[in-house]
């Protein structure tokens, strides 16, 4: 910990090797990415494996080697805190914490896309209404975060029910695509090499983001059991599940539909309702439908029970409201700071639909949050260097800004492009300077009250 930080409250040491590597799993995995993964074709399965070993490998190093440095809650706020200093610590902070509140209004969006496969093909336009998508996933929002105020037990059930939900979809969608390949032939002719065009450009950031996560494991690390032991299994073990889990899964779709018959938003609705018609198997739509909702809401209680622990970190080193680290007094959970996290998220949702069609505020929502939440890992990744993990820190680095630069490029549902681009840009800067202003008026406000009792008794006599 940097000289003059204040020492952090004592954590129950409660989560072992198989807690982590369910959290884990659960952070990282996201059905959502799958349907995005197959709409850019074949190629993507080569781009997820990349991904694993160019950006999975060096954040398991990364993880496991400063979370076994720095065992205390906050993770990459703690690292970035004590290797770069105060100001670089609440910057990482704040944009890891905000890159969270932008990735919150797109999943809501896509799991509520995905959710109206229920109705099978019937449903499928409940999706394209715009009113009905926002107005549901705000409702996601605040019943998925709310939830978390009930308990931090509540929130590592619901995280578990999520990590098996999501593999449990992955064995449907192979087992479909399986029956569906013995037959007929496959609807997507598969080559290794991803095409070369803008299209793949704009994913190539969401092939990064999508393998991230890890990194939540450390804002849990004050209360890690052994976390010498218990890191690097949980970082190994979810890094090759979450690489199985994407291929495998991208895979199966492409068996069954053609990269332009998948929907970004309605992908996994529309796998369902192509192989229930070719296969005759009626309930299949209605079980994605319901895995897709179980896996986000563990997906939405892993993410809201870790990123609580950051505002608590920063909130013990004086730099955010005395509120956000206020426990509720009969769940003992930072309620505060779980209500305005989903507040935040509220709004972004809306203020991201003027100007635009849902499916370009969708896209400008990946790229933002892209953007946001890649920033701390070039803090992440300098933190492991000085550690001496020199070519996985080089490795990371270089995929992290890779991904930050291709996030402008705008994707193929874009209509208006100095829209997007100036969303972007007002949303970066904006985030940026609100960190700015909020560690200013704290440090300024500590600092006055260091220099008041001087100040009241003069010549030091009183």
Not at 358 to 383: E, H
Request: charged share 10%; net charge positive.
């Amino acid at each position: 910990m940097a000289s003059g930080d204040t020492p952090q409250p004592a954590l129950r040491r409660t989560l072992g090797t198989r807690d982590i590597t369910l959290f884990a799993i659960a952070c990282i995995v996201g059905t959502r990415w799958i349907a995005t993964a197959a709409h850019a074709g074949p190629g993507s399965i080569l781009l997820w494996i990349v991904a694993a070993l160019c950006l999975v490998v060096p954040l398991a190093i990364a993880v496991a080697g400063l979370t076994v440095r720095h065992p205390h809650a906050g993770g990459i706020y703690i690292w970035t805190r004590h290797d770069f200093g105060p100001w670089h610590g609440f910057l990482c902070f704040w944009l890891y914490w905000m890159g969270i509140v932008v990735w919150l209004p797109g999943a809501a969006m896509f799991y509520v896309g995905a959710a109206a496969g229920i109705a099978g093909p019937s449903g499928a336009h409940l999706a394209d209404s715009r009113l009905l998508l926002v107005s549901a996933s705000l409702a996601v929002i605040w019943i998925a975060l709310g939830a978390n105020i009930f308990g931090v037990e509540t929130g590592q059930r619901i995280a578990n029910m999520g990590a098996i939900s999501s593999w449990m979809l992955a064995f449907v969608l192979c087992a479909a695509a399986v029956v569906f390949r013995s037959r007929h032939e496959p609807a997507t002719p598969f080559h290794l090499l991803p095409d070369l065009n803008w299209q793949t450009v704009s994913f190539l950031p969401t092939v990064a983001f999508a393998m991230s996560g890890l990194e939540m494991v450390g804002l849990m690390g004050g209360e890690i059991r052994d976390p010498r032991r218990s890191l690097p299994r949980a970082a190994w073990i979810s890094s090759v599940f979450a690489t199985l889990y994407y291929a495998g899964a991208t895979a199966a779709i492409l068996v069954m539909l053609r990269p332009d018959q998948v929907g970004e938003l309605q992908g996994l609705a529309q796998a369902g309702n192509a192989v229930a018609m070719a296969l005759g198997l009626k309930w299949l739509p209605a079980a994605i439908a319901l895995l897709v909702s179980f896996s986000a809401i563990g997906q939405f209680g892993a993410q809201g029970s870790s990123t609580a622990r950051l505002p608590f970190a920063a909130g013990v080193h004086g730099l955010m409201p005395k509120a956000f680290g206020r426990i509720h007094p009969r769940w003992n959970t930072p309620h505060i700071s779980i209500l305005v996290f989903a507040a935040l998220s509220s709004v972004l949702l809306i203020a991201m639909q003027f100007g635009d069609t849902a499916r370009a505020a969708y896209d400008t929502i990946v790229s933002l949050m892209v953007i946001v939440g890649f920033i701390p890992y070039v803090y992440l990744f300098g933190s492991s260097w000085k550690t001496g993990n020199r070519w996985s820190a080089a490795s990371g680095m270089g995929v992290t800004l890779l991904a930050i630069v291709c996030s402008v490029v705008p994707p193929e549902g874009v209509v208006n492009v100095l829209i997007f681009e100036s969303k972007l840009a007002v949303g970066t800067v904006g985030f940026i300077a609100s960190a700015w202003l909020v560690y200013r008026r704290k440090t300024s406000a500590a600092a006055r009250l260091k220099v008041q009792p001087a100040s009241s008794a003069p010549d030091g006599r009183g």
